[in-house]
């Protein structure tokens, strides 16, 4: 019994310590956890009311009581920086679960019965690479009109063939293994065999996927709330906060910079963090 | 040979296209529910948004719609504007010339430095030189353009008053000023691509520099300069070729980005300013363009490969 259970034990611990001297892995993680308690934590943390105008104090540069200055409306851009991280953390995980969710049930589907829907999707994903998902997105929206779940809609239905994609190719590999091969024999259903025999040997390669698209999302959201056409104002998104404040960014450089420094840290910390994870499940 | 190959990808391009403007057509058609509210507000006297509808054609069924669509669109008429009342073609065009112009410069910047890049981390594979290239373009190539483009605005802009901020050059601006005006707005679009390209020349140049056919090439007495040229970078190229073409797709949304942040009349901001002011036929035409330069630019990609590829070349596998 021991020996049956020794392995996976094994693997797992090494996997642990491996995680824990994986350097990526850990500046994004503290990186992408910093901002998660920004975002959730962040009207306690915030040392001036995020929302609250004072036109007295319009575009005063940073400062002992404003660390990074006010913007047009008086606000603090400390505390907007702090409380920005909030919509874009909420959105973007969404948007990947809802991705990540469609495109593991279609992948699992086409890559287990293939056939006609297979070349369906082959050749719909391929027409969905010639456009870049900022322009479908942008033309979905202004379709359907704006909001966060519009924006989570459109990015997670976009994901979804791209992930159904890598599925469907492990799914494929894993069929013609003989488990698979025993459990139809045993008389079990497509679905079991799919949901129940497949699915949890592919999870470590949907993991992988879901934080690189996680990434992507992070990316997309930032762009098209700078556009206009993602999370909409009074939030204190950052990328609000550039579009609102980029022409005056000749004299009033810190209503942006904070929130590029953000943006640009999220993104990259992200990364790192897929990127360790990727290095650490991939043996 | 090359025309078998043709014969063999040309359709799928072809497929690609008629499912790409069958979506491009539903999005814009169906999903915004009655076009003419949508455009003309909500406070619009109903006669006059069902005389708008009935104006542009939207009242009729959607197949007929699709078919006249399509097929005016394939003889270069591509619809009127809701938003300026005229033939949305010349906009088009010029906006596409502009954006060429812009994609030139980005892609006469990146190429060299991406392959030099690549090629240079992976003849010091494993030092930090090496991890030093591939994270910082893989990090640049993650932070969206309009981060990068802030930043450089401030940098080159602001502070240094190197390079003007706006890509929008007087009217008579000979070439050279026209690329000093786009250098600022390309560099956004180095930073994104850099790393996609230094990538690929690494991964191409490794793999080459370890094949059996260098080690023979260096054994048999060449010099190091006629291994490389010769052996290593011929070989380690060729995928290059392929990413930078699908890059071209890429450089689409880049363009939205870039061109709206400096003022740039160009295919991206088209688009942009299209979805801003719900002009339907403006962004259907926009979209499918690029699509359809998208489509080119990979088949492109693909014969270059065949041609220069002699295992393809020879055994006739696509």
């Known amino acids: 019994m021991t020996t049956v259970l020794a392995p996976p034990r094994r693997l797992r611990s090494e996997r642990t310590r491996r995680a824990a001297r994986s350097a990526t892995l850990l500046v994004g993680l503290a990186i992408l956890g910093f901002w998660v308690l920004c975002a959730v934590f962040g009207s306690r943390i915030a040392p001036i009311d995020p929302y609250a105008d004072n036109l007295l104090a319009t575009l005063e540069p940073p400062s002992w009581v404003h660390w990074f200055g006010t913007d047009q409306l008086g606000r603090d851009v400390f505390s907007r920086v702090i409380v920005g991280a909030r919509d874009i953390l909420t959105v973007a995980p969404l948007a990947t679960l809802l991705g990540t969710l469609l495109g593991t049930a279609l992948g699992l589907f086409v890559g287990y019965h293939r056939g006609a829907v297979d070349d369906l999707v082959s050749r719909i994903i391929e027409a969905l690479q010639a456009l870049p998902l900022v322009i479908v997105a942008l033309m979905a929206l202004a379709a359907v009109g704006t909001s966060n779940l519009a924006v989570v809609m459109v990015i997670g239905f976009v994901f979804t063939p791209l992930i159904a994609r890598t599925v ?10 003989d488990y698979v091969a025993a459990a139809r024999l045993r008389g079990d259903g497509a679905l079991d065999v799919m ?6 040997n592919v999870l470590p390669l949907i993991v992988v996927e879901a934080t690189v698209r996680f990434g992507y999302a992070i990316f997309f959201v930032a762009s098209l709330s700078f556009l206009g056409f993602g999370i909409q104002p009074p939030s204190a998104d950052w990328g609000i906060a550039i579009a609102e404040n980029y022409s005056l960014i000749g004299s009033y450089w810190w ?16 990364y790192l963090a897929a990127d360790g994870i990727q290095s650490v499940l991939r043996e | 040979m090359i025309l078998r190959f043709l014969a063999k990808r040309l359709p799928l391009s072809l497929i690609t296209l008629l499912i790409l403007s069958i979506a491009v057509f539903l999005g814009g058609q169906l999903l915004p529910g009655d076009v003419g509210r949508a455009v003309l507000g909500p406070l619009a006297d109903p006669r006059a948004v069902a005389h708008f509808n009935h104006e542009m054609g939207i009242d009729r069924p959607l197949i007929l719609q699709y078919g006249s669509w399509i097929s005016r669109f394939l003889v270069g008429n591509m619809g009127v504007s809701y938003t300026f009342r005229t033939p949305v073609a010349p906009f088009i065009a010029d906006a596409l010339v502009n954006s060429l112009k812009l994609a030139a410069m980005a892609f006469v910047l990146v190429v060299p430095l991406g392959i030099l ?3 240079w981390a992976a ?18 190539g993650v932070v969206p353009e309009f981060i990068s483009s802030i930043v450089l605005i401030l940098i080159f802009g602001v502070w240094l008053r190197w390079l003007p901020m706006s890509a929008d050059w007087p009217d008579d601006s000979g070439a050279l000023t026209q690329i000093y005006y786009l250098f ?4 956004p679009l180095v930073l994104i691509f850099f790393g996609y390209i230094a ?8 793999e080459a520099l370890d094949a059996d056919y260098t080690r023979t090439a260096v054994l048999k007495g060449l ?29 689409a949304g880049g363009l939205v980005i870039v061109e709206t942040l400096f003022h740039y009349r160009g295919i991206g901001s088209l688009i942009y300013s299209a979805a801003k002011a719900k002009d339907f036929p403006m962004l259907e035409a926009a979209v499918l363009t690029v699509g359809a330069i998208y489509a080119v630019a990979s088949l492109a990609a693909d014969l270059l490969n065949a041609l220069l590829n002699p295992r393809l070349r020879a055994g006739g596998g696509a």
């Open chain 1, 168 to 177: 469907r190719s492990a799914v494929l590999i894993e069929s013609s293994l």
């Open chain 1, 195 to 200: 949901f129940v025999e497949i699915l949890p």
């Open chain 1, 255 to 270: 209503t942006v910079i904070f929130d590029a420094i953000a943006t640009a840290s999220l993104v990259v910390g992200v």
């Open chain 2, 117 to 119: 890049g690549g090629v």
């Open chain 2, 123 to 140: 003849l010091r594979v494993g030092t930090w030189t090496d991890r030093a290239i591939t994270l910082l373009g893989q990090s640049l």
């Open chain 2, 184 to 187: 600022l707005p390309s560099l």
């Open chain 2, 199 to 206: 990538r690929v020349a690494r991964a191409g140049t490794v």
């Open chain 2, 223 to 251: 010099s190091w300069g006629i291994v490389l040229r010769r052996h290593v970078l011929r070989n380690a190229l060729l995928p290059t070729i392929t990413v930078i073409a699908s890059l071209i797709g890429y450089l």
